[in-house]
């Protein structure tokens, strides 16, 4: 398998550390806010990567991939909102995780095995700061700040391929800090573009977004969190640590420095970084009003998460996304391509069954090329012609239809579920009203959780807990799901 590494700049061939094994490190979201739809693209590209190394019919046969991604749930931003909106930053981070983790289950996405916050590894974060202070990469000020020394490690800028002497005033500082020349360091710093480890409290702060500490009460700089987490549950140097390229400076440069010059070892040994999502061709921003959110791109636009899912995957991931109203409606088009070619009714002759693996081999191919999912995408399309062709001519297509099957779902992670007039639900409602009758589902798509629902109200009903089975159904209805009630048992559809 290839892939593109940020740290060489060239799409080389990659092998894990460890036979059979892969680390992966994600950077999450920092939830002061509602997630947006680029939040989703970043999630889908990984979740993609992560089913497909699984998959035992990829090049390596199948890896046990350990795939951890973050929360930053506490930080300058969640303080700042939490003091607007007149609610604690921890509270108001957890709301946020809850509706995230609602609609990441929405979007069907494979949840990492490990999610750490910051809030809950304060202990593993000052012990990664105190080994950069005693050997001589970081320094505390008089005031309880600590900042790593960038002019220590002579290979600071390696990932992002900057030159720190090129940067200038008016560049976008670390650490959130003013750009400011080098003879006004400013804040006890030595150098301008020291960044902050750890952050002395400030009187206004809540007492909830403090911890003692040997610098005294304080919280954790934004980069530290990372390399203190992906190493304790990845090792100093593993696999693969992916992100946003909006993270590449100076998030991920900073990992980079302060993970190496503690440890004295390689940090990631490859960087994947995807691109961003535009909206009608400019950058989202709530300035410009053009600002999606992922509840707004499931619930008013009612846009499919096999829509959304497919959007992504037909650019590639180092490149933008435009999201566009016709983008999203040929994305819908194709899903529905799909999913008609699965329930296209096989035929029974036997010496026609048919067997396609030409497409199976570039679906492969495409996906070892640097993720090359839209190649991927086209293969799934020619199953699909395939299948429609030799359907016509009573072939028995049950094995093409379950190969399709196989690559769409299993590995690119489709949920193509029958009729999917699941379009036109609320799926994070669906998700929510589970979540409070403690529904276990046998899938993360809308049908699958209607399914798990309506059995959990038949079983209310034979139980006389009536006021359960009425909660549901009112959930339901809330959600655009039409009960009606028959001598075979429930019956359900999409409000129209």
Request: proline share 5%; with cysteine.
């Amino acid at each position: 398998m290839r892939l593109h590494n940020t740290l060489t700049g060239k799409v080389e061939e990659f092998t894990p550390l460890v036979p059979g094994q892969l680390g992966l490190y994600v950077c999450g979201v920092t939830p002061y806010a509602e997630s947006h739809i680029g939040h989703a693209m970043s999630a889908i590209v990984y979740d993609v990567l992560v089913r497909y190394l699984r998959w035992e019919g990829n090049s390596f046969g199948g890896l046990e991939v350990k795939y951890v991604s973050n929360y930053t749930d506490v930080d300058d931003k969640l303080i700042v909102r939490g003091a607007e909106l007149g609610i604690d930053p921890l509270v108001l981070a957890q709301q946020n995780i809850d509706q995230w983790e609602d609609e990441q289950r929405a979007l069907g996405l494979v949840f990492p095995d490990e999610r750490p916050r910051v809030t809950t590894h304060i202990p593993e974060i000052i012990d990664l700061i105190k080994r950069l202070v005693a050997n001589g990469h970081a320094y505390a000020t008089p005031s309880g700040d600590v900042y790593f020394r960038v002019r220590s490690d002579d290979d600071y800028g390696k990932l992002s391929h900057r030159v720190i002497e090129d940067l200038r005033i008016g560049t976008r500082a670390l650490a959130g800090q003013p750009a400011v020349a080098e003879g006004d360091p400013g804040e006890g710093k030595e150098f301008a573009f020291d960044f902050a480890l750890w952050k002395s409290a400030k009187p206004d702060e809540p007492e909830t977004t403090r911890w003692p500490s040997p610098w005294g009460a304080g919280r954790p700089g934004w980069h530290i969190e990372c390399s203190a987490m992906a190493q304790r549950y990845l090792g100093e140097t593993f696999d693969i640590h992916g992100g946003g390229i909006d993270l590449l400076f100076p998030h991920h440069e900073n990992e980079v420095a302060q993970s190496e010059s503690a440890t004295g070892q390689p940090f990631a040994r490859l960087w994947m970084h995807n691109g961003l999502v535009l909206r009608d061709g400019e950058k989202m921003s709530k300035s410009l009003g053009n600002f999606v959110t992922v509840r707004e791109a499931l619930h008013e636009q009612r846009w499919s998460p096999d829509a959304i899912r497919l959007f992504v995957l037909t650019s590639h991931y180092r490149g933008s996304n435009n999201l566009t109203d016709e983008a999203m409606a040929a994305a819908q088009a194709g899903v529905d391509r799909l999913r008609r070619a699965l329930k296209r009714e096989s035929g029974s002759d036997p010496l026609g069954e048919f067997s396609y693996p030409g497409p199976k081999e570039n679906f492969q191919t495409a996906m070892d090329d640097d993720l090359n999912t839209p190649r991927a995408i086209a293969a799934l399309y020619d199953i699909a012609t395939s299948i429609n062709r030799f359907a016509d001519g009573n072939l028995n297509m049950e094995p093409t239809q379950r190969l399709l099957r196989e690559l769409a779902c299993e590995v690119l992670g489709f949920s193509l579920a029958d009729g999917d007039n699941s379009v036109d639900l609320d799926v994070v409602g669906l998700s929510q009203l589970a979540k409070q009758y403690d529904v276990v589902c046998g899938g993360t798509d809308a049908v699958s959780t209607i399914d798990a629902l309506l059995a959990h109200r038949e079983q209310a009903r034979k139980s006389r807990e009536f006021a359960v089975a009425d909660g549901i159904r009112n959930g339901l209805a809330a959600a655009g799901v039409e009960i009606e009630d028959t001598s075979s048992g429930p019956r359900w559809s999409a409000k129209r």
